[in-house]
């Protein structure tokens, strides 16, 4: 990506520190979260009240109807957001990036995502349809087929991970066009909820983040006019243009700081019930422990060390900083290093907990289950690995290993 492709937005000294979300706002999210959780509903309510705030337009542009936000300030609403409700904010995270993107393009001075800020700013909701079983490398390849017709593009195929998906009104998604077999390209869409030809299929019964309710979208055949195709790319690394590379920021950025405000949450539940729990061995509070407060402390240090970093690429984004091939590394590290650190700081806060811990009404057993998933989110342990590495090593991304 050549330097300002994207870029070149405010500085992060121009970024408000006052938050959208009161404190009673998030006080209500946090009520409900364990409902959500208990009785695997989606987030309807949480959902009205975004939408009222103007949470959801929040990243368009002023001019056209919406808060401005860059993505330095979207990210600290959302970690605020997830110290009350953790799968709210990763849910809405899906159409957040959606908006944000399409905010960056338009700043410089790429228009063809207006329409996006226009509906989102008039109220649609927009989705992600990328996850695919067999397809470890999303936005790069696809298992999706994508068939040139006349007026648009056939979509064939199967999405998991849907989250959204009561609620979403334009579906984002992507699927591999092998017309030519030596040069295969990707798709990049925009699906109505009124197209015909898929599906909904309710699968979500899982670990945590529940209220997701990230069901899988089965496409079969869906046509999606031109209008609504974003980019069509080649596949693989070679098609990392500032659409693709806008998107993985925006998601896995946002990703990150999801994790990183409910491990702060795990911390700030850790920090009261250490002050409350007593211990007739110690005549007072188990804050007074030393064990407690070397566990403590280890999840002080773990939460030092995510904040500082998801803000700096925040504001390397913002301020168009020339990381040139190395911006996917550093965008897969930031996430990797949230949820890896997250997922300490919640561990050790059930060990604080102890037996209370792995009660549900004590709050961390949910927290547990949710930042598990964090591990899991693209792009996991071994995508990161792989492309880190290649990236320090100047080796490309697509560079398939040779055995023998």
């Given at each position: 990506?050549?330097?300002?492709?994207?870029?070149?937005?405010?500085?992060?000294?121009?970024?408000?520190?006052?938050?959208?979300?009161?404190d009673?706002?998030?006080?209500r999210?946090?009520?409900?979260?364990?409902r959500y959780?208990?009785?695997?509903?989606?987030?309807?309510e949480?959902?009205?009240?975004?939408?009222?705030?103007?949470?959801?337009?929040?990243p368009?542009?002023?001019?056209?109807?919406?808060?401005?936000?860059?993505?330095?300030?979207?990210?600290?609403?959302?970690?605020?957001?997830?110290?009350?409700?953790?799968?709210?904010?990763?849910?809405i995270?899906?159409h957040?990036?959606?908006?944000?993107?399409?905010?960056?393009?338009?700043?410089?001075?790429?228009?063809?995502?207006e329409?996006v800020?226009?509906?989102?700013?008039?109220?649609?909701?927009?989705?992600?349809?990328?996850?695919?079983?067999?397809?470890?490398?999303?936005?790069?390849?696809?298992?999706?087929?994508?068939e040139?017709?006349e007026?648009?593009?056939?979509f064939?195929?199967?999405?998991?991970?849907?989250?959204?998906?009561p609620?979403?009104?334009?579906?984002?998604?992507h699927?591999?066009?092998?017309?030519?077999?030596?040069?295969?390209?990707?798709?990049?869409?925009?699906?109505?909820?009124?197209t015909?030809?898929?599906?909904?299929?309710?699968?979500w019964?899982?670990?945590?983040?529940?209220a997701?309710?990230?069901?899988?979208?089965?496409?079969d055949?869906v046509?999606?006019?031109?209008?609504f195709?974003?980019?069509?790319?080649?596949?693989?690394?070679?098609g990392?243009?500032?659409f693709?590379?806008?998107?993985?920021?925006?998601?896995?950025?946002?990703?990150?700081n999801v994790?990183?405000g409910?491990?702060?949450?795990?911390?700030?539940?850790t920090?009261?019930?250490?002050?409350k729990?007593?211990?007739?061995?110690?005549?007072r509070?188990?804050?007074?422990?030393p064990?407690?407060?070397?566990?403590?402390?280890?999840m002080?240090?773990?939460?030092?060390?995510?904040?500082p970093h998801?803000?700096?690429?925040?504001?390397?984004?913002?301020?168009g900083?020339?990381?040139?091939?190395?911006?996917?590394?550093?965008i897969?590290?930031?996430k990797?290093?949230?949820?890896?650190?997250?997922?300490r700081?919640?561990?050790?806060?059930?060990?604080v907990?102890?037996?209370f811990?792995?009660?549900?009404?004590?709050?961390?057993?949910?927290?547990f289950?949710?930042?598990?998933?964090?591990?899991?989110?693209?792009?996991?342990?071994?995508?990161?690995?792989e492309?880190?590495?290649?990236?320090?090593?100047?080796?490309?991304?697509?560079?398939?290993p040779r055995?023998g």
């Open positions: 990506m050549a330097e300002g492709e994207i870029l070149g937005m405010t500085s992060a000294a121009a970024v408000p520190t006052t938050s959208i979300l009161s009673d706002t998030l006080e999210f946090r009520q409900r979260a364990a959780d208990r009785e695997h509903q989606f987030f309807h949480d959902l009205q009240e975004l939408r009222g705030l103007g949470y959801l337009r929040g368009v542009p002023v001019e056209l109807g919406g808060g401005g936000w860059t993505m330095a300030q979207s990210m600290r609403e959302q970690r605020r957001l997830a110290t009350a409700a953790a799968p709210t904010a990763l849910g995270n899906m957040q990036y959606w908006v944000g993107l399409a905010s960056d393009l338009r700043r410089a001075g790429d228009s063809s995502l329409w800020l226009t509906a989102a700013a008039a109220g649609e909701v927009f989705a992600a349809g990328h996850a695919e079983s067999g397809n470890d490398v999303p936005l790069l390849l696809s298992t999706t087929k994508a040139r017709v007026g648009g593009y056939r064939t195929g199967r999405k998991s991970f849907g989250s959204l998906s609620v979403w009104t334009y579906l984002g998604l699927g591999m066009d092998t017309t030519d077999p030596a040069h295969p390209k990707i798709v990049h869409a925009f699906m109505p909820r009124d015909e030809g898929y599906y909904v299929e309710e699968t019964d899982v670990l945590g983040m529940r997701t309710r990230s069901e899988d979208t089965i496409l055949g046509l999606v006019p031109d209008r195709v974003a980019r069509v790319v080649p596949a693989g690394a070679a990392l243009d500032a693709v590379l806008g998107t993985l920021a925006w998601a896995l950025i946002g990703f990150a994790y990183y409910l491990a702060q949450r795990a911390l700030d539940l920090i009261a019930a250490a002050r729990k007593t211990s007739i061995a110690l005549g509070s188990m804050a007074y422990h064990g407690v407060q070397h566990q403590v402390a280890e002080g240090l773990a939460l030092e060390a995510i904040g998801l803000d700096r690429i925040a504001d390397d984004w913002m301020s900083v020339a990381h040139g091939a190395m911006w996917p590394a550093k897969f590290a930031a990797y290093q949230a949820v890896e650190n997250a997922w700081v919640v561990d050790t806060a059930l060990d907990a102890g037996g811990g792995i009660f549900h009404r004590s709050g961390i057993e949910r927290l289950r949710d930042a598990r998933l964090g591990r899991m989110h693209p792009a996991n342990w071994m995508l990161t690995h492309l880190v590495g290649k990236s320090l090593l100047g080796i490309s991304p697509d560079e398939s055995w």
